[in-house]
């Protein structure tokens, strides 16, 4: 039992997830701080107001690196690789649900349904673009959503699924399918690794 727990420790360190949970902690913290409820569409009034469904933004961005280093190549050449990942995969649901139960107590389903998607975000960053680029999704589309997709009479555009009101229906079809798709294949497949990672990975022992 030391043993296994020592092992966790060591993953835990490795796998930058002492980071996450702080920023998942700053996170909830800005939630918290947010009174949501003054505000009739979240991205419209004040910034207090555009900022607040875009808390798991700042959650997801640093999740890239979670996922790249739990399928690193140390773990990539184990016979449990893909527990491994399943194993990573359920710490960071397990920290996102956190997040959006702290979101919750001022706007359940906004709180939900971000989270979610950006969580979703930053799987399919991982899985799909290099390891210096898989943070973009979950910063870059928050922050064009945020500034593409409101309009000035107190609308959103229906693209901008981050700033929609918890009653637009299309946002979370949309949510549960990324994230369903990119969990899968992280899990599966892990994340995008560079080319030289991958031969390493290949060569038989001993050679160079």
């Not at 899985?127 to 107190?154: D, H, R």
Request: some cysteine; overall charge positive; hydrophobic content about 55%.
């Amino acid at each position: 039992m030391p043993t296994d727990a020592a092992a966790l420790s060591a993953y835990a360190r490795r796998w930058h997830l002492r980071r996450q949970a702080l920023v998942t902690l700053t996170c909830a913290f800005l939630w918290l701080a947010t009174p949501l409820r003054l505000y009739d569409v979240p991205a419209r009034d004040g910034v207090q107001g555009a900022l607040w469904p875009l808390v798991p933004a700042l959650f997801a961005a640093t999740l890239p690196a979670v996922l790249a280093t739990a399928a690193d190549t140390q773990e990539r050449i184990t016979p449990t690789a893909n527990r491994v990942r399943a194993l990573t995969t359920t710490l960071v649901a397990a920290l996102a649900l956190a997040l959006a139960l702290t979101g919750a107590l001022n706007d359940p389903a906004v709180a939900f349904r971000n989270t979610l998607l950006l969580t979703g975000l930053a799987f399919a960053g991982a899985c799909c673009l290099p390891p210096p680029a898989a943070w973009t999704p979950p910063v870059a589309i928050p922050i064009l959503m945020w500034l593409l997709g409101t309009k000035p009479q107190a609308e959103v555009e229906p693209w901008a699924v981050l700033l929609l009101p918890a009653h637009a229906p299309h946002p979370w079809p949309i949510a549960a399918a990324l994230t369903a798709a990119a969990t899968t294949t992280y899990v599966l497949k892990g994340p995008r690794v560079p080319r030289a990672a991958k031969s390493l990975v290949r060569q038989p022992k001993g050679s160079r």
